[in-house]
C-alpha cells in the first residue's frame, strides 16, 4: 500500500493518519475542519486504561431507571430520535448476553494493556512528550453510603492487566477541601492510568506533526466512499487512493451503509463546561465524583466539568437543561468557576456492544475502518492506529482484532 485517505480528523483518525505517513504510507487525512465538532474535542482527557468492561452489561440496564435524567442521573434518551435509538437499544440488549459480555470484557483487557504505553510512544513520534500524564485518576464519594456502595463495587471489578487502584489516606483526601466546600468521605486513586494535557492540544500536536512528515489535510466533508478507494467531497472533489480508512465517528455509519456494511453506529452525546479561571491544582489528576455524576479535569487552558450519555442524533442540538444541571453540580460541589464559561456537546460513536470496530473489511480489502471507540476513543486513539498501521503493512497486530471486525453485525 502505497497511499490512503483517511476519512475523520478526530483522535482516532488523526493518529492512525501519523502512523501511516511516518511508516510511509502517503496518507490524506479527509476533516470537515469544526474542531468542536466531535468528543476528540470535549472529552474529559481520560487515558482510561482501566475501563475493560463493556457497557452492555445487565447491570448497567437494571441501573437505568435510577441513572436516568429524569432522576438526577445522567442517561438520557432524545425523544425526537426515538427511530435511531429504538432499533439500536435492541441490539444493546442482545449484546448484555453474559457470555458476549466476556468475551467482550476479554478482548479489552487485552486491547487496554498497552493503551498508556501506546500513548507514551505516539507523544514520542510527535515530538510532544509532554502531552501525557501517568498520574492515574481518582474515583471519589461524597458520603459514607456513597463510599461503602463504590469501593464493595470497586472490589468485585475487574480492572485489566496494567491498572490497580488504592484507598487515598486523609492527607489526600484533605487536598480537595482547599477546593472543594469539603473533602470527599472516601476515594480510590489509580495507578498505570492517566490523562493528557488538554484533548485538543494532543490532537494538534500529533497533526502538526503528521503535516511535519509530508501528510496531507483536506478541509471537506467525505460524502461517499466507494469500495475501489474512491471517495467523493461535499464539493463534488473527487479524491482516489490504494485504500481508504473510515474513522468518522458517529458519521461512519452512513459511509460504510454505502458499501453494504451494516454499522450501527448511534451519536451517545456527552456535555461540558469550562472555566479559564480555576484553583484546582494540576496536578490533582482527573477526578469523578460518583454520585453527582460529574467528571473533572485540570488542563493548561482551565478546568473541565463533565457529563451525560445522551443517546440520539450525533447532528442535534445542544440541550439546555444539560448545561444548567451541570452547572448546579458545580455549585454543588463548591468549585470555583467563571460565570460564563465554555459549553460544548459531542457525539462519542457508539455500538450496540460498546466494542470498537477496527480491521480491514474481508470482501473489500481496499476498506479500512477504525470506529465505535465510545467512551474509549481518546484512550484506544494511539493503539488503534499502530493496529491499522500493521493492516495497512499487511502485518499481524499486536493485538487480535477478531472481536472487533465489523462483520460481527451481520
Known amino acids: 500500500m502505497k497511499s490512503i485517505l483517511v476519512i475523520g480528523g478526530g483522535l482516532v483518525g488523526a493518529s492512525c493518519a501519523l502512523r501511516l505517513q511516518a511508516a510511509g504510507v502517503q496518507a490524506t487525512l479527509i476533516d470537515p475542519g469544526d474542531k468542536r465538532r466531535g468528543a476528540s474535542y470535549g472529552n474529559a482527557g481520560h487515558i482510561g486504561s482501566e475501563q475493560v468492561a463493556p457497557w452492555a452489561a445487565w447491570g448497567n440496564v437494571l441501573r437505568a431507571p435510577k441513572s436516568s435524567f429524569g432522576m438526577g442521573g445522567p442517561l438520557d434518551f432524545r425523544w425526537s430520535d426515538v427511530a435511531l435509538w429504538t432499533p439500536w437499544s435492541m441490539q444493546f440488549l442482545r449484546a448484555c448476553d453474559p457470555a458476549r459480555f466476556e468475551r467482550g470484557r476479554e478482548a479489552l483487557i487485552a486491547l487496554l494493556a498497552d493503551s498508556l504505553p501506546a500513548w507514551h510512544r505516539i507523544a514520542e513520534l510527535a515530538g510532544a512528550p509532554e502531552i501525557v500524564i501517568p498520574h492515574g485518576h481518582v474515583t471519589a464519594w461524597s458520603t459514607a453510603r456513597g463510599a461503602e456502595d463504590g469501593l464493595a463495587a470497586f472490589a468485585n471489578a475487574k480492572w485489566g492487566r496494567t491498572t490497580s487502584y488504592r ?59 466507494e469500495t475501489s478507494a474512491r471517495v467523493t467531497l461535499a464539493n463534488g472533489t473527487v479524491r482516489e487512493a490504494d485504500a481508504v480508512l473510515v474513522c468518522a465517528g458517529p458519521w461512519s455509519r452512513r459511509l460504510m451503509e454505502q458499501i453494504g456494511v451494516p454499522a450501527p453506529l448511534i451519536g451517545e452525546r456527552g456535555y461540558h ?7 484546582w491544582p494540576h496536578d490533582l489528576p482527573t477526578t469523578v465524583f460518583e454520585e453527582n455524576f460529574i467528571a473533572v479535569s485540570r488542563f493548561t487552558s482551565g478546568l473541565r466539568c463533565t457529563s451525560f450519555v445522551e443517546f440520539g442524533s450525533p447532528d442535534a442540538p445542544g440541550d439546555e437543561r444539560k448545561w444548567r444541571r451541570l452547572k448546579a453540580r458545580i455549585e454543588e460541589l463548591g468549585i470555583k468557576f467563571e460565570a460564563n464559561p465554555d459549553r460544548w456537546f459531542g457525539s462519542r460513536p457508539s455500538l450496540p456492544d460498546f466494542m470498537p470496530a477496527i480491521g480491514r473489511l474481508e470482501r473489500a480489502p481496499k476498506v479500512l475502518y477504525a470506529f465505535g471507540h465510545a467512551h474509549l476513543g481518546l484512550t484506544e486513539a494511539p493503539i488503534t492506529a499502530e493496529i491499522i498501521a500493521a493492516i495497512a503493512a499487511d502485518r ?12 460481527r453485525f451481520g
Open 167 to 225: 484507598e487515598m489516606t486523609g492527607a489526600e483526601l484533605e487536598r480537595y477541601g482547599a477546593v472543594l466546600n469539603h473533602p470527599p468521605h472516601a476515594a480510590v486513586i489509580f495507578s498505570g492510568t492517566g490523562q493528557v494535557s488538554e484533548p485538543q492540544a494532543a490532537r494538534e500536536a500529533i497533526l502538526a506533526s503528521f503535516v511535519e512528515r509530508g501528510g496531507e489535510i483536506v478541509t471537506g466533508s467525505a460524502t461517499r466512499v
Open 273 to 279: 463546561l469550562q472555566s479559564a479561571e480555576t484553583n
Open 396 to 407: 499481524a497486530p499486536a493485538v487480535d482484532i477478531a472481536p472487533f471486525r465489523i462483520e
